[in-house]
């Protein structure tokens, strides 16, 4: 039996079209159906296994999987939070990847007297990011409380949950529909490619060191 190469993209949201896209452009063919959780490729001895961003670090992490593609914030907020708490956070990183960009942000409502950072002491920032923001919170010794909200984070301060914000932007018509303005960009991020950190079998490393010039040439043609 082979030993086929697993791969965890996103399901759906702002990495998935480009993840299947770049996959494609190298060569590796899938069909998908999308009640389904794993795509075989018929081009190659890979599967694709389609899940929510947020576990795609984890399972890259615990060996779940192989290879991951996923957004930096989601990965640098999953490592964060498995050293917090003793877990393994090892991967190896392969390529920064020219899509899925966006910005860790601070916002707050339009009418706020926010002028610093410093004026976030004793109030409350909602975000999906609660390390991301406390590590940033922290080297700017701000003393601001986080509430970790999953979604929707942008009606928080309307709700009245939060009196600023700390959320993806991208185009920014979020943080606009809501009422809310952009103050501080705390990290940017790209799709990043990562792999397991153990070591593999010689014919699963040997489809990795051929997918990844690949990758290099459908990013250089794309430039
Ligand atoms: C992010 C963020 C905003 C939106 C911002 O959500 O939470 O809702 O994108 O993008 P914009 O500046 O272009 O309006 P995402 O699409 O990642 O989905 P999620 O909130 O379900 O994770
Ligand atoms: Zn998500
Ligand atoms: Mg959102």
């Known amino acids: 039996m082979t030993d086929r190469l697993t791969i ?12 299947m896209a770049l996959l494609n452009a190298c060569g590796v063919k899938f069909s998908v159906n999308e009640a389904r959780l794993i795509a075989h490729s018929t081009s190659h001895p890979i599967d694709l296994l389609r899940v929510r961003d947020d576990d795609i670090p984890g399972l890259v992490m615990d060996g779940v999987v192989d290879l991951g593609l996923v957004g930096e914030n989601v990965l640098e907020e999953v490592r964060l939070e498995r050293i917090a708490t003793d877990s393994v ?23 706020s007297q926010y002028q610093s950072l410093q004026d976030l002491d004793g109030l409350r920032v909602a975000t999906t990011y609660p390390q ?36 993806l932007v991208s ?27 153990d070591s593999l079998s010689e014919e699963k490393q040997a489809m990795i060191d051929q997918l990844l010039p ?5 990013q250089m043609a794309r430039e």
């Open 89 to 111: 956070a090892a991967y190896q990183p392969l390529r920064g990847l020219e899509f899925g960009q966006c910005r860790l942000s601070l916002a707050v409502p339009r009418e």
């Open 8 to 19: 965890a993209i996103q399901k759906s949201g702002r990495l998935s079209k480009e993840s």
């Open 214 to 218: 690949r990758i290099d040439g459908v």
């Open 132 to 167: 991301l923001l406390k590590r940033y919170l922290k080297d700017n010794g701000v003393n601001a409380r986080t509430v970790m909200l999953t979604g929707s984070v942008e009606v928080a301060p309307r709700a009245g949950l939060a009196e600023a914000i700390c959320d």
């Open 171 to 197: 185009t920014g018509a979020t943080l606009e529909a809501n009422g809310l303005v952009e103050k501080d960009v705390i990290f940017r991020s790209q799709a990043q490619l990562i792999q397991r950190a």
